[in-house]
């Protein structure tokens, strides 16, 4: 049984950059691709990116310039950096299991994070 | 970009009743890449459906995918109480897209 356990900042400035990190508890951390997805108040989902263990990525179009993933294998866990934030990066940002031909299956708790100046 | 539409935006129905969910795509998705999830007010989504028709783990069998191409559907036999919730469709076959949502409320 998999868990995903996430934690970071709530509440930023504009133009400060967000980080959030997961955690993910049983399960094997390296057959998988490791999610970032997000949902403004209000409104529907928006993936982020991906992340496998050996560091291969991909990005949402709209968002790749300004985002990051990275993960430890050491620790099982990945991270998200999202710079240069407006009040339009508000949202609930999950981290979530996937991988190369499957739905993530298995989702964070959810943070909030709020921009406002 | 592959957009999803989902409809009707909102389905307005009572318990025991049947739902049915469309999501249809800009191109061509192949049905091993089409996903259902639910969500629940304040809870992550849920995987219900993965590869168009196949049921996630612990899905109660009221819950159907079909469709190919284009044209999705998700059904629900017959509504419990707890299925009353934000339904997602979601394509990973060309990078990941979402659905913008199909509520199902109570009538």
Redesign the interface.
Known sequence: QVKLQQWGAGLLKPSETLSLTCAVYGGTFNDYYW?WIRQPPGE????IA?INHRGST?Y??SLKSRVTVSVDTSKNQFSLRLKSVTAADTAVY?C?R?GA?????S????TLVTVSS | ?TVLTQSPGTLSLSPGERATLSCRASQNVSS??L?W?QQRPGQ????LI?GASIR??DIPDRFSGSGSGTDFTLSVSRLEPEDFALY?C?Q?ER???????TKVGIK
């Open positions: 999610n529907g989902l928006e993936w991906e991909n949402n179009p999950y979530a996937g031909v499957m739905a993530p299956d989702w964070g708790q959810g | 970009e091993t890449y996903a999830y992550a989504p849920r995987l993965y996630a783990t997602y979601h990973y990078s990941r897209t979402f659905g913008q949502g």
